[in-house]
Each structure stands twice: as structure tokens, then as C-alpha cells.
């Protein structure tokens, strides 16, 4: 085969703007549709809010999972931000819960949103997003440096933890107090002075 018949691969173009509109446009309805109705919220009724039929939301978003993760992303974003944030706090411990709390926070915007995370983040056949990537390192940093730190047991695992936060999530959406008491629990633990 000489050079000229090897195959060429086209160079990635960018999207096109109508479909980057139409993708904004199902975001902002999906994230008002389910801020009102929860996550259950109903797939034809968003793309008729985006002004787009059902068959463009699901060009864009295949599986209600695929539309939640994409609101996801921009909470992970903000989550990432955080951590690195919290970097700096001279109090390790605070600032894995301060990272905790506000990752409670994010995944609770709306019914349904942290069974979703969750599920996200148990999956291991698909390749985590980058926005996820991201999130979960800025946590784990904080994590480490508690461990370093003292203010976590060196045998606990980052993702138990971020379980745990996930657990909490689900089971306190709506309630953010609720939330703040649980986790508060969790981190002071039931019995003071057991680790086992």
C-alpha cells in the first residue's frame, strides 16, 4: 500500500451552531423541567419547552441518563472548583466536609438528581465524563491530604466516602438540614472511639 492509498481521517469539525443551540436549549428546559417535576419529568414535554422535536433530544441525549449526566457536568465543574479551593484551608478535615457538604448540595438541585449522580459514579463499564474526572480528583486530593492530616482513618477509601455523601444525598433531598445532621453523624461516627 503506497502513502497515497493509506485512508485519511477526517479532521474532527466543530459543532455546528444550530446544534450547539438545540443543545443549550434542551439543557436549559431539561434543567427546568426537572427542577419542577424531578428527574421523572417527562422527555417530550422538555423537548417541546426547547422548541425541538423528541427525536433531536434523543440525537443529542440517547437515555435519560445521558441528559442527566449532562446537567451533572456543570455541578461537577463547580464541585472541582471547590476542591481546589479548599486546597488551601488550613484545616484538612473542614474542608473535606466543607467539600462533602457542597457535593450533597450540587446533587440534590432537583428530585431525582443524586440517585442519578450515584449511578454515575457505581458505573464502571463507561468511561467517567471529563467534568466527572475532575471532581473526583479535586475530592480525592482533599481526602489524602485529611489522611495526612490525621483527620481521617488511614485505611478509609475516597470512594466509601463519596458513597456515603451519595447515600445521604438520596435520602435527604429537599431536606438540606436533614442533610447537614446526617453527615455530621457520619463524620463524627455513632459510637466516639470505635473504629470497628
Not at 11 to 36: C, G, K
Not at 138 to 146: K, Q, S, T
Not at 149 to 164: H, I, Q, T, W
Amino acid at each position: 500500500m503506497t502513502s497515497d492509498d493509506t485512508p485519511k481521517t477526517a479532521p474532527a469539525r466543530a459543532m455546528r451552531a444550530d446544534v450547539r443551540r438545540n443543545r443549550a436549549r434542551l439543557l436549559a428546559a431539561a434543567r427546568e423541567m426537572f427542577q419542577r417535576d424531578g428527574a421523572g419529568a417527562s422527555l417530550e414535554a422538555v423537548a417541546r419547552l426547547a422548541g425541538v422535536g423528541i427525536g433531536t433530544l434523543y440525537r443529542h441525549f440517547p437515555a435519560r441518563q445521558d441528559l442527566l449526566e449532562a446537567l451533572l457536568a456543570d455541578g461537577y465543574d463547580a464541585l472541582a472548583a471547590t476542591g481546589r479551593e479548599l486546597l488551601v484551608w488550613p484545616a484538612p478535615g473542614e474542608a473535606l466536609t466543607a467539600w462533602l457538604r457542597a457535593f450533597i448540595a450540587q446533587t440534590t438541585a432537583f428530585r431525582g438528581m443524586a440517585a442519578s449522580a450515584v449511578a454515575s459514579l457505581r458505573d464502571d463499564r463507561t468511561e467517567p465524563s471529563e467534568a466527572c474526572r475532575a471532581m473526583r480528583d479535586a475530592g480525592e486530593a482533599l481526602f489524602r491530604r485529611a489522611q495526612d492530616a490525621g483527620d481521617v482513618p488511614a485505611d478509609a477509601v475516597f470512594a466509601d466516602a463519596l458513597r456515603l455523601a451519595g447515600a445521604i444525598a438520596i435520602v435527604t433531598e429537599g431536606e438540606p438540614d436533614a442533610a447537614d445532621r446526617l453527615l455530621a453523624v457520619a463524620i463524627a461516627g455513632l459510637v466516639p472511639g470505635k473504629t470497628r
